[in-house]
């Protein structure tokens, strides 16, 4: 398989977002909270600001998604491409001058059924200067060497991520009593706050696998399509759909043994978290 133009495009664009982050990062940032009480820097609104004039300029018909711009258009035309976009995850890792964060750019095309089919996707980690890049059907991608998931093997010798930010209440109850019971099993479990950079990391056979829920398009967009081209299980809490879907706002993949185990457990408990 090659390394494609697209895959070209998006490594150099996510790259130079990561830049932006770079030059900002353990300085004194501009730091807001939002209405659902997570951060935004003005390091997010410089590489966001990058992002879609690049696109704008490259891809002038494609619509745009962007965690803190919004939607251009809610229009879902079969066929249309839109650009899913978090010019920064891991904002409040970043905002801490704690160094696990990254860009994530994807491109998708709505389907027959106005779902979002992943076509590209980038995520870029700053920190270590390293780029996955993935295009269906081209493979999965860290600076142009190929990647693959790691080799299955018991749960108990599994090394799994996971996250369950902005949870409060029974929300948060139910996600830490399911961390529980996945640590019974798995005591190698880490919480790392950035989804993207969680997937990219189980696509290149560092994770065995990663599960999460309350997590936005921009979040699973360029990662679901790495672990899936680097040849990862993945599929939603709630669906036996053979087709992942972002908008769900929840992932498990990784091996077929850590799915099939967290899945059961999600059955268990009524795929709730």
Not at 20 to 33: A, C, W
Not at 110 to 138: C, M, N, S
Not at 220 to 232: C, D, I, K, Q, Y
Not at 262 to 269: A, D, G, P, V
């Amino acid at each position: 398989m090659d390394y494609t133009r697209e895959m070209e495009f998006l490594h150099g664009l996510s790259s130079k977002a990561g830049e932006e982050l770079s030059r900002r990062f353990g300085t004194n940032v501009k730091i807001r909270h939002k209405q659902d009480n997570s951060l935004v820097t003005d390091a997010d609104l410089a590489s966001e600001k990058l992002i879609i004039e690049t696109l704008r300029r490259e891809y002038p018909q494609d619509l745009i998604l962007s965690e803190e711009a919004g939607l251009s258009s809610t229009a879902r035309i079969p066929g249309q491409f839109i650009w899913i976009i978090d010019p920064l995850d891991g904002t409040t890792n970043f905002a801490n001058s704690y160094p696990f964060f990254c860009v994530s750019i994807a491109r998708a095309r709505f389907d027959a059924d106005g779902h979002l089919d992943i076509q590209a996707g980038a995520v870029h980690d700053p920190i270590r200067k390293k780029t996955y890049v993935a295009e269906r059907g081209h493979g999965a991608w860290v600076d142009q060497t190929p990647l693959h998931v790691t080799a299955d093997r018991p749960i108990k010798d599994a090394f799994l991520a996971t996250g369950f930010a902005y949870h409060s209440g029974e929300n948060l109850k139910r996600g830490i009593e399911f961390f529980h019971s996945v640590a019974e099993t798995c005591p190698s479990i880490r919480r790392d706050g950035a989804a993207a950079l969680d997937l990219a990391l189980v696509a290149e056979g560092v994770y065995d696998g990663y599960w999460e829920s309350g997590l936005g398009p921009w979040d699973l967009a360029a990662g679901n399509l790495l672990v899936t081209e680097a040849g990862g299980k993945i599929q939603n809490f709630a669906s036996s759909a053979a087709k992942y879907n972002i908008e769900h706002g929840n992932i498990v993949c990784g091996t077929p043994t850590v799915v099939s185990f967290i899945s059961s457990l999600l059955k268990i408990r009524g795929s709730k978290l």
